[in-house]
């Protein structure tokens, strides 16, 4: 009955109830929102929650902004099936703040990113807008050369080479 449900009453134009995959239309509405994906090791989570509200509120007495939506966070286990994996050195949890990118958010979102590396976090490297070249070789350090070699043998001639992916494999 429960699967009935799920497969038959729980549905929309923009999400498979199956695998929650949210498939995002391509004009978003008035309920667009984004988000910031930085990963911890476990261990040091606590202590980076802490400061982390921390950071916000410090944020928020400085600059005047808060991100105006909540939160989310994830436990993501260990995962090393991709050289880019967040969770490649072992179990991380997540805090992802979540907005619907008011005026502030993408000055918010530098702080943010500052913030979150300097505590060792591992961006989702393709999810968490804005993040520098010093950054992302910080988090994934000689696994981002591995990936720019690799690239540079599968694709000499650069043809699939974006300019986000330029900007951060130049390192």
Sequence with gaps: MWRWKLENLIQSGN?????QIIRYPLTAGASRYTFSLWAFPEETYPTVLRACFQFCQQYYKQN??????????????K????LLSYS????VMT????STANP??????????QFSSDQGGIPLF???NGITPAQAQ?????????????????????????DYFREMLAS
Aim: proline share 3%; charged share 25%; aromatic share 14%.
């Design 138 to 162: 910080k988090a994934l350090g000689d696994r981002l050369k591995t990936f720019a070699a690799a690239r540079q043998t599968y694709d000499p001639d650069g043809r699939l080479l974006n």
């Design 126 to 128: 393709n999810q968490t």
């Design 104 to 113: 502030g958010w993408d000055q918010f979102l530098t702080a943010y990113n």
């Design 64 to 77: 005047g902004y808060r991100v105006n939506m909540l939160f989310v966070g994830y436990r993501v286990a």
């Design 95 to 98: 805090i992802d703040p979540v």
């Design 79 to 82: 995962d090393q099936n991709s």
């Design 15 to 19: 999400t498979v109830a199956t695998d």
């Design 88 to 91: 490649y050195d072992g179990d």
